[in-house]
């Protein structure tokens, strides 16, 4: 491919194209009922036992697949997929993770076992006299994660974290929305019930909409008992504390790390809540996913991978920013081969069910969710290119353009043949490519965090609030949001790549949000929300800062990525608010004041000493 060369998928890789569009197995090997299963237990290094099951076909050696889940190792959504796998041929093994499904303990303790006990199952399994030298691995999520710890070990193979990076990427603001639910349903332990995640979710929505309000202190005082156990860090500055504190929970072993976490929480096991609120401790650069592989070293993290992964992603996936981060640092940082036969896949997809909605009546593409039960054809065609050595044939990165409806290929990830450009804020909500003349007047708007702009679509896991591509034209006419539009395009516009909006604001507060939301205005009027980015003031820069009431800052707020045809006739918009709940939590305004939550006037500037805009990427053959 030449620099101009975001092309089609199917002129580049036409069987490519094929599988992710309709699917395509290949024949089995066996018959189903040559698949013998069986169920082991596989003794961690700390004497802790997890529930294995094996699908071995009727050979003596063979390649491995494998699954570490907190999800059942048995979930009936994979059954057929473990048996399709085995009937053409592969080993696959399907373990629980520590202290969920049949596994021992009989509590679970959230991510912090699993780098260790990951490690020690590859172990396990390429010690069995049915293995014959291939391992790869696959699953999403959770199975990511773990996946990403299995390939720290040396004798792996391959493996497709679907849906997770290294922990890479942070925000500023909190998810809120799923996560309490999340932490009561799944695992084993006291605090559990029996309510199934999906239903509980529904059933407390009115307890959740209820909470969610952020009024943190800048900076907590660590716990006593943890300054008792690490006397120098209460003499440091906070910030510096914070990261201390950090390298010192890097260093320990998993029942350390897990102890840390439970008095910080003060609960009784680590939930999926303690690690997201774990940053007003460690620091609100460490992320959610750090913790699988607590790391202080990024490029240094990348070279204990060992193993070439498939990134398996989606443009309304909630993780979509730190998987795109862990590819760039990878490709960039870690050691061969898992540099350059490692693989991009930008699906049309939200996180567990399909993401991008317009087109699906003849697109079979849009209805397909990129998780493991349903791309079994993908599997298998990946781990035979890594067991053929035949990687190169694959495209280096392939996204779908949403838009236009179609599979593209590029040599890398953003395409080279894409350049940024700059649509400026105008006044009366214009979007334009020139900034504003000197006496443009600013936009205001009342931000009332007992009354959020409310979560509509877009990245959020839940099965209440359908996550993609909704019309969010509503929500747009609402007194707490600005919109800018661009007028009609002339031309088809194709935006892929990074995103990002400049944007020159102040407020009333001493410490609030800003939200940012790009949407595609069709012709009827509908507006299909594509991608957005939330910035929590506080953490503009590199250590927390409340703000100066009414002085103008430049925030800039990441807004991740998307691929997208804006047709000729359609238009682009911006809105801006400060709200995104309940995906993620409320800011008070109060900066930890004590004292109920306050109501911030916003103050969006557009003139030209303050030219607010929004950085795209788009193809330049489509600008």
């Known amino acids: 491919m030449t620099r101009d060369d975001s092309r089609k998928l199917a002129d580049i890789a036409p069987e490519l194209e094929r599988i992710l569009t309709r699917g395509d197995l290949a024949p089995a090997r066996f018959e189903a009922a040559d698949i013998r299963r069986s169920t082991v237990w596989v003794t961690m290094r700390d004497g802790i036992r997890l529930a294995t099951d094996i699908y071995l076909p009727p050979v003596s050696s063979a390649p491995t697949i494998a699954m570490r889940t ?4 048995a979930n009936p959504k994979l059954l057929d997929t473990f048996v399709a796998l085995a009937e053409r041929g592969y080993v696959v093994v399907s373990q629980d993770c520590r202290g969920t499904g049949a596994s021992e303990p009989d509590a679970w303790d959230y991510y912090v076992f699993e780098r260790e006990d990951s490690f020690d199952f590859v172990e396990w399994v390429t010690g069995q006299s049915w293995f014959d030298g291939f391992v790869g691995a696959f699953g999403g999520s959770y199975g990511a994660q773990t996946q990403w710890c299995m390939a720290t070990h040396p004798r792996m193979s391959a493996v497709v974290p679907e849906v997770g990076g290294l922990g890479i990427a942070f925000r500023t603001a909190r998810l809120y929305m799923f996560l309490n639910a999340y932490a009561r349903t799944i695992g084993k ?30 900076f907590q005082r660590l716990p006593e008992a943890l300054l008792r156990r690490y006397p120098d860090l209460g003499a440091l500055p906070p910030s510096q504390a914070r990261q201390g504190l950090w390298e010192e929970y890097c260093a320990l072993g998993p029942a350390e790390r897990a102890e840390l ?23 609100h650069r460490i992320s959610h996913d750090a913790h699988t592989i607590p790391h202080t070293d990024p490029p240094a993290l990348s070279r204990l991978i060992q193993a070439p992964a498939l990134f398996v992603t989606g443009w309304y996936d909630w993780g979509l920013d730190d998987a795109l981060a862990t590819w760039s640092l990878l490709i960039s940082e870690a050691n061969e081969p898992v540099r350059s036969h490692s693989r991009l896949i930008i699906a049309p997809s939200a996180h567990n069910m399909p993401g991008y909605h317009e087109g699906k009546e003849t697109s079979p593409e849009l209805e397909r969710n990129y998780r493991s039960a349903n791309i079994a054809d993908l599997l298998l065609h990946w781990y035979a290119a890594v067991r053929d050595n035949t990687i190169a044939a694959w495209p280096r990165a392939i996204y779908y353009l949403m838009g236009a409806n179609e599979w593209r290929a590029a040599t890398a990830w953003p395409p080279p043949d894409a350049e940024p450009l700059s649509l400026y804020l105008r006044s009366h909500g214009a979007l334009a490519l020139e900034p504003a003349p000197e006496n443009s007047a600013p936009d205001s708007y009342v931000y009332d965090p007992k009354d959020p702009t409310p979560t509509l679509g877009g990245s959020i896991v839940s099965h209440v609030y359908p996550p993609g591509s909704v019309d969010v034209s509503e929500v747009q006419k609402r007194g707490d949001v600005l919109t800018y539009t661009t007028p009609m395009l002339e031309q088809d516009l194709d935006a892929v790549g990074p995103l990002r909006m400049v944007l020159y604001a102040s407020s009333s507060a001493v410490d609030t949000d800003f939200s940012v939301r790009l949407s595609d205005v069709f ?52 809105d801006i608010s400060s709200a995104d709940f309940p995906r993620f939590d409320r800011n008070a305004n109060r900066g930890g004041e004590l004292g109920p939550p306050v109501s911030a006037v916003q103050t969006v500037f557009h003139d030209r000493e303050h030219p607010s805009h929004l950085l795209l990427t788009v193809l330049k053959r489509g600008r």
């Open 523 to 574: 012709p009827d009027g509908r507006a299909i929300q594509l991608q957005s980015g939330m910035l929590r003031a506080r953490y503009r820069g590199v250590d927390p800062e409340l703000l100066e009431p009414g002085r103008i800052y430049c925030f800039e707020i990441d807004m991740w990525a998307t691929a997208n045809r804006f047709k000729a006739g359609h238009r682009l918009r911006v």
């Open 189 to 218: 332990g006291a605090d559990k019930v029996s309510t199934p995640l999906e239903t509980l979710e529904g059933e407390m929505l009115e307890e959740t909409l209820a909470g969610g309000y952020f009024n943190e202190p800048l």
């Open 261 to 283: 976490i439970k008095q910080i929480s003060g609960d009784e096991n680590v939930t999926a809540v303690a690690i997201e609120e774990s940053p007003a401790v460690f620091g």
């Open 70 to 73: 907190p999800y059942d190792r």
